[in-house]
């Protein structure tokens, strides 16, 4: 059974650009999280989400910041226009129904020139 | 809401000695679970450990054990016999009835050979 994917595992833009950041949870999960971790830092959530629901938003950003869990593919965080304070690393976290436990992907690090 | 303390921001250990990591959360909830998790310089998340709150018996994975005390909120992690691979910054977690995981800043370990 395949872990948490993400992909890129390193993205690079330019401020304004948009950054597109792809999870796959594992097999017969459902709920996906993403996490970000600014340097230095622990990890601080942003957004649970279930297929094609938006369960919980309260740590994401008001702008610029979207995510979706469609019914069919990845889970997508979106960030529009970026700026230097975007660079951090982005972590995916997936879990079944009626599982408390988390596993992790291996992050995608952003990098905003 | 609830908050994740750790007070140790670096820890040292000798080899094949035994370490212990302190935690100690913030929380009005009465079912939790508590989390231990690993980040090695690769950066991927690694789970180590996990409680229930409602459990009385502490949490034991072969090296790792915890010292779950409710009442105090606390929950410091005990690694035996270290060894070089333990080296890693490690993160205590709390998941309430919100479903995201609250971390704490974390420890760095390191282990001298």
């Known amino acids: 059974n395949a872990g948490v994917m993400q992909n890129p595992r390193h993205l690079v833009r330019r401020r304004g650009q948009e950054a597109r950041l792809r999870c796959s949870p594992m097999k017969g999960h459902s709920h996906v999280y993403w996490y970000r971790q600014l340097p230095e830092e622990g990890l601080k959530f942003m957004v649970y989400?279930?297929?094609?629901?938006?369960?919980?938003e309260s740590g994401m950003p008001k702008e610029r910041f979207s995510a979706e869990f469609p019914k069919e593919g990845p889970s997508i965080l979106r960030i529009q226009q970026v700026v230097r304070g975007d660079s951090a690393a982005y972590f995916c976290a997936s879990s079944p129904l009626l599982e408390e436990t988390q596993y992790f992907g291996p992050g995608t690090r952003l990098l905003v020139l | 809401a609830q908050t994740v303390t750790q007070s140790q921001p670096e820890m040292s250990v000798q080899e094949a000695e035994t370490v212990t990591l302190s935690c100690t959360y913030d929380t009005s909830e009465s079912d939790y679970y508590l989390f231990w998790y690993k980040q090695p310089p690769s950066r991927q998340m690694i789970l180590v450990i996990r409680q229930e709150a409602y459990k009385q018996q502490n949490a034991t994975e072969n090296r790792f054990s915890v010292n779950f005390q409710k009442a105090a909120k606390s929950f410091s992690l005990k690694i035996s016999d270290s060894q070089l691979g333990d080296a890693a910054m490690y993160f205590c977690a709390y998941k309430g009835y919100g479903n995201k995981l609250v971390f704490g800043a974390g420890t760095i370990l390191r282990v001298k050979s």
């Open positions: 989400l279930q297929k094609e629901n938006i369960i919980d």
